[in-house]
């Protein structure tokens, strides 16, 4: 087998969580090679039009990338209330990925696109080295460190680390959704409707301002519900194939342009036959919703289907079991911990795994994400990130959430490079050398009360209020 290079650190998947860890491993002196099996940087929050983090952006390379788009104009980045607490302000998708690549080649990361890893090299417990496939055949990748921001926990499964999938009761995963976006709606029409039929609606924030125009509207608008809407026009006929009685639509970057997330599509994310109906079907049903959005809600009347996101929106697959699994309990009694990296107020927002319904609990002001959920038990010379990290079922409805993957991709990064550099055992780093330098780059760890203000009730009203988020 061709070999490729030999590295401090390689990190797998350029979705948020691999992005922000290549980036800060770079920045933290390893030289650092960023693999990607799609062609696409930010893996979900641009492939997948996921551009709306819930929850407070805790500092770092993260909160630096927003910044950056805010001032290219592509990011709403003020922090909001809502009912379960504070989030960070909506980013424009192709905006986000114009600044990755800024940061990325300013870092100097190598980045490998269109390679995915297939097999782990082992010695010992410790992974050594990558198998590649890529366009011109197989390649070989070796580091001292690898970081898995794979999403599904690819590279980890591969090295033979235990994991969970599913619920416990049945092993069920949350759905599968993508977004679509449609340009040209009208949208002073859309809300004037929307306060008609207010009580078919759950949530309908406005801007503060004063809005006539579709550019009053730009990253400001949520609206969801419809059900009794849906429920109407299937009575009348219409042909909904869609498991999820209720639409929600958010404004993007365009004045005029609605993200709606409304498919749904239930199957592992592991399985290549389930994602390739997946594929197919989502888009069925994205054009299902659009041609009832064009019929029966006023403002739809002249829209323009513009794209299903080209990333399939897999919620959930493995979760690497590590040296800690972060449970329910921690998570809703807001628990920190000596070993946290990062202080987390994402709600758990669960959709029903095989069912249409949906759930969003508060975490309050944050609990504490701990270092031992990034270490899988057992293998040395990794770290896991981002959506596969140590957690329950039901942690993970609040930790798959975008500021959570950017805060366990910013820590391993910065011990990955701290073991690259003093040859030290992944399992063996001093956590209190990593919780120093994130604290030097603005991150608050959860360890005590910090931030506790953070997560606090928003209480907006839902007509008056300020940009509200519902579930992702
Ligand atoms: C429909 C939907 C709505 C959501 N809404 C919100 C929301 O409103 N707010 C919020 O905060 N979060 C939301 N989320 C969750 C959040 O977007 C994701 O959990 C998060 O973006 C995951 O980031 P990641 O970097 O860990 O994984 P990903 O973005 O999935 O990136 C993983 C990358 O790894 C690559 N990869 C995978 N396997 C391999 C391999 N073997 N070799 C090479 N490369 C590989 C993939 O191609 C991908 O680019 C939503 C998720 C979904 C699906």
Not at 19 to 25: H, S, W
Not at 403 to 429: F, L, N, R, W, Y
């Amino acid at each position: 087998m061709e070999m490729f290079g030999n590295y401090d650190v390689v990190v797998v998947g350029a979705g948020i969580t691999g992005t922000v860890a290549a980036i800060r491993a770079a920045r933290e002196g390893a030289r650092t090679l960023l693999v990607e099996g799609s062609g696409v940087l930010g893996g979900l929050v641009t492939g997948g039009r996921l551009t709306k983090p819930t929850g407070v952006v805790n500092g770092g390379v993260f909160q630096e990338l927003i910044d950056r788009c805010a001032r290219y104009g592509g990011a709403d980045n003020q922090v909001r209330s809502t009912h379960w607490g504070s989030y960070t302000g909506s980013f424009d998708a192709e905006v986000m990925q114009r600044v990755i690549i800024e940061a990325i080649e300013e870092a100097q990361v190598e980045v490998l696109l269109r390679a995915q890893v297939v097999q782990a090299v082992m010695e010992g417990n410790r992974v050594r080295g990558l198998e590649l496939r890529t366009k011109s055949g197989a390649k070989l990748v070796l580091a001292r460190v690898f970081i898995d921001a794979s999403g599904d926990g690819d590279v980890a499964a591969l090295a033979g680390a235990e994991h969970m999938l599913g619920r416990e009761s049945d092993g069920l995963t949350q759905p599968i959704t993508s977004y679509f976006r449609v340009l040209n709606v009208d949208i002073p029409k859309l809300v004037e409707y929307s306060k008609a039929h207010r009580d078919d609606l759950t949530d309908l924030v406005l801007p503060e301002h004063e809005a006539t125009r579709n550019e009053d509207y730009v990253m400001l608008l949520l609206v969801r519900g419809f059900t009794k809407r849906i429920e109407e026009a299937k009575r009348q006929g219409f042909r909904w194939i869609i498991p999820k009685n209720n639409i929600t639509l958010k404004a993007g970057l365009i004045p005029g342009e609605l993200n709606v997330n409304v498919t749904r599509f239930q199957g592992s994310g592991l399985d290549d036959r389930t994602l390739s109906r997946a594929e197919i079907e989502i888009r069925k049903q994205a054009y299902c919703a659009f041609d009832f959005l064009k019929q029966y809600v006023a403002g739809f009347e002249n829209a323009i289907f513009l794209e299903v996101a080209p990333k399939l929106g897999v919620r959930e697959t493995r979760r690497i079991r590590g040296r800690y699994v972060l449970s329910e309990s921690d998570v809703l009694s807001q628990a920190r911990f000596a070993d946290a990296i990062g202080l987390c107020n994402s709600p758990v927002d669960i959709h029903e795994p095989g069912g249409t319904g949906a759930s969003m609990r508060t975490v309050g002001s944050g609990y504490g994400i701990p270092f031992r959920c990034i270490v899988p038990q057992a293998i040395e010379g990794l770290y896991v990130a981002g959506r596969c990290i140590s957690v329950d079922a039901v942690a993970f409805g609040s930790t798959r959430n975008v500021p959570a993957c950017a805060m366990t991709g910013e820590a391993a990064a910065v011990a990955a490079a701290h073991c690259a550099k003093h040859d030290i055992e992944t399992s063996q780093v001093p956590v209190a050398i990593v919780q120093e330098r994130l604290r030097e780059h603005g991150i608050e760890l959860g360890i005590s009360d910090e931030g506790a203000d953070r997560g606090k009730q928003g209480g907006a009203d839902a007509v008056t209020g300020q940009v509200a988020v519902t579930h992702s």
